[in-house]
């Protein structure tokens, strides 16, 4: 059986990064989303590997081992792009292949648009590209849904780590269940006066894609550096969109895939924007659709997602 290998490495970037790796051969790099880790590629990366390619998973920039600095100013697009790129020439690559989930995905799409010389190709899960908006998003996402939603109340400090962190075990197996394919779909808008988790049910019994091993992983994992890390992503939406005036409506060069499921509230909610990606993605190879998938994909829908991203990587 493949073995899945652990070793620091200090990107380009300056960040000590945590990654997970395995096989020889073209590097693909796996970029996670919130709130996971190097642990959502687990299946990916034996598969890859096995299929002779390089699979690597870093901790992200605040992520579980890999921690990251104090101020949130520090967790821009830039520093986000800038770690992945350095961490491509760290692992001794001139060019990857890189793919994202959830917050992942816009880091590998701005890798690709920022730094095509370094893209072989890339591939974005459950979050399409999308072209730079008018003006900055948060405001926007607060007149359409309230001050309820995540991503708005995830600006507020202190208060949403805290929830988050207060257990960890029921964070993961809430997150994970409520928003997933065997889920309600929940709209993650937190109600009047309470909380995020309020409205994501604790499952009766776990989905069978996850179990009760996967969530204790999840919280040793994140035991050394908690929540605040990953919440500041979201802390710096509006500077990303100042910071990434240069690439208005650029369009990605690299060869492109795209793969959600349809019970995805994410790519549900983005169809338009998927519809009209080759807009701005003129090289998208493939929309892969998964039936009865939700936002977790590469965990629910393992096998599904390995055909389609080797498929793809043997086009290039």
Known sequence: MTEITHRFVRSGSGLRMHVAEAGEGPLVLLLHGFPECWYSWRHQLTALADAGFHAVAPDQRGYARTGGPAEAGRYSILHLAGDAVGLIDALGADRAVVAGHDWGAPVAWAVAQ?????????????????PRSSGPPVEAMRRLFGEGFYMVRFQQPDVPEAELG?????????????????????????????????????????????????????????????FTGPVNWYRNLDRNWELTAAWHRAPIGPPALYIAGDRDIVAVGARAAIDSMTDFVPNLRDTVWLSGCGHWTQQERPAEVNEALLAFLRSL
């Open 166 to 226: 207060r257990d960890p075990a029921a964070t993961f197996r809430r997150m994970f269940y409520g928003v997933s394919g065997d889920g309600p779909a929940s709209p993650m808008i937190a109600p009047e006066g309470g909380g995020l988790l309020d409205v994501l049910p604790e499952p009766e019994k776990l989905p069978r894609w996850l179990t009760d091993d996967d969530i204790a992983t999840y919280v040793e994992e994140y035991a050394g550096s908690g």
């Open 114 to 130: 920022m730094r095509p010389d370094k893209v072989r190709g890339v591939a974005g899960i459950s979050v399409p590209h999308r």
